[in-house]
């Protein structure tokens, strides 16, 4: 397990509790070579700024930039991968978490099929009642993403792993939601190759007010 990973987040007006589960959540991964690379883009969020800014002294692997104003998840996450150093990125949302083995399970998955460029995993979702649901697609379907991408709920973009490389050579487009899709489209017509890990390695949390943004 010697190959770097670089987690990239945007943080934008997320309660400091759940930014704090969330970089626990990378803390706490049996896979432990990793750089955190965390994006404030609401600089008004003085309390996630102070935060942010003790854990960068105190973890000599976790990385904090503010933007001097809002300028976006897509913009955001750009700068967080043009620093980036590690082979590979994997995706945090600044609200979820990602199970401990997440990264290790990722990793030696992605590393014994050297085909694959994009890794997701499945996983589970947290609702404000407190109500858990199960997402879990199966491999063999977002294998043939081209034919599934608009018929079947296939991928989560937090749960992401994939060569820094191929973030850098297609940046996240700059734009309103969904810049996920919006690039996983581009890299289906480009021929990357999409994988899942078929086991739950991941909580998001569903924002109700977000939930129909991106549909």
Known sequence: MSDLISVIMSVYKEPIE?????IESVLSQTYKNWELIIVLDCPDNIPVKEYLA?????????FFIENEVNIGLGASLNKAVSLASGLFCARMD???????DRF???VNYILS???VDLL?????EIYSDGQI????????????????????SLLLHPTLLTRTDILKKHPYPEMDRPEDWVLFLDLIRFGYKFDLVEDI???????ERQKYHKV
């Open 113 to 115: 099929k050297p085909e």
């Open 104 to 106: 290790e399970r990722q």
């Open 54 to 62: 003790q854990t960068a002294e105190q973890y000599k692997n976790v």
């Open 133 to 152: 649901r199960k997402r879990q697609p199966v491999s063999c379907d977002v294998r043939h993403i081209e034919k599934n991408f608009f018929i079947k």
């Open 201 to 207: 390695l991941y909580t998001y949390v569903v924002d």
């Open 94 to 100: 600044a609200e979820d978490f990602s199970f401990k």
């Open 18 to 22: 759940a930014v704090q589960h969330s």
């Open 120 to 124: 997701f995993t499945q996983w589970q």
